[in-house]
């Protein structure tokens, strides 16, 4: 078989993520690279192991843990842990090590053990989380100010035809033919099938939704109702859905309440956020609050959530017609924390724009539209960013291929921009 044929995901290169890691590489703390399971952290720190290696790190150098396998079952205990890093620190041969731990979570006082590690020995130490709890509680406060997270999300755009590309097919039968696909078939797979990178090598629809059921599973029976101690799973699932369902729109836990109420289910607005806080814990969900910009401050009632990718929603929600706006809209604002931003949405004179995204080069404005052939639509999107008196850019995203930029306002395309195109 061709050898491009039988890679997996495991051997394709995420650069983005090697080079912002490597570049790490001199500071004198513990890396953590977060982000939901089955994204590509366990990946990127064998991609780190074999840049090593390359660099002429010898082997005996490199310890790597990796809590997925049962071997390592006995290092769940921070003293075993300590002795089994122990034996195998040899000063009088090497002056540094390194420690690669994946599901640093799965450590007994996690935070307290990889710093007592960071101490002991002369270790640059990297390790993974699928939880963004690592960093809550008194446990975390061992690593304050002495570690550097590495943010890790599920395929861009770019990353995905990139995927696609090098393996055109894992599903290929004897004498089956080889096709390139569209832009546009690629396309509808990103949206649809969403962007994990096992579900990007496949094409079969049926591996595709074994993996997402399989993805589903480890998320969120694992990482969020076993992690959370939720004994009411089918009550869960009825709230997960309809925050899937609502990606996009206000929501508030009193409101998830009240709709399931109405519809004859018993829950707590306490317990829904809760499972909300539990869902964004674990990277499923990112909460998008509000800003009110002629006030300058941030809201705290009824903030938006997105989800982390639509392959999952997807399979969360089955089949049905799809709001293509609001997963244009979910696309656009994982694409924007991808890229370092901070993001809310934008109030001004009772108009909303759909994100405020802020980083250390400063601020922009966007909009997101599925099409502006419409002049109503056209209005409407535009006028929020009119009202807007500042300086810093502002952009309408759309599928469209005429240009509709006007007064200073900057028509881009969707996907340009998913792929890569800099705001």
Known sequence: MNEILSLDENMIQRPVYLERLTSLQDVDTVVVITGVRRCGKSTLLRMYEAWLLEQGIASEQIISINFESMMFDEMRDPVCLHRYIEERIDRQAFDQFYLL????????????????????????????????????????TYLSGRYVELKMYPLSLCEFERFRAVHPSSD????????????????????????????????????????????????????VMQRGGIENSSMFRRVAQFLFDNIGSEVSAHK????????????????????????????VLYRCSRYD??????????????????????????????DYGHVLENLVFIELLRRGYEVTVGRIDGKEIDFIAVNHKGKVYVQVSQSLIDEGVRQREFAPLLDVRDAYPKYVLSLD????SHDGIIHMSLREFLKGSPL
């Open 401 to 404: 291929p005429m240009d509709y």
């Open 101 to 140: 731990v994946d599901e640093a979570q799965e450590i007994e006082e996690w935070a307290r053990a990889i710093n007592s590690l960071r101490t002991s020995f002369p270790l640059k130490i990297c390790v993974t989380g699928s939880n963004s709890r690592l960093f809550a509680g008194e446990g975390a």
């Open 293 to 322: 910009i002629r006030g300058r401050e941030r809201l705290r009632t009824n903030p938006k959530y997105y989800v982390v990718d639509p392959g999952l929603r997807n399979a969360f929600l089955g089949t049905r017609p799809r």
């Open 172 to 223: 290929l039968f004897p004498g089956e033919t080889l096709y390139l696909e569209s832009d546009e078939s690629i396309f509808n797979a990103f949206m649809t099938d969403g962007s994990f990178p096992a579900v990007a090598l496949a094409k079969s629809p049926e591996v595709v939704d074994a993996l997402l059921s399989g993805i589903v599973d480890s998320v969120v029976t694992r990482d």
């Open 256 to 283: 998830v309440s009240s709709t399931l109420k109405s519809s004859g289910y018993s829950i707590t607005a306490n317990t829904v956020d809760r499972y909300i806080n539990l869902m964004c814990d674990a990277f």
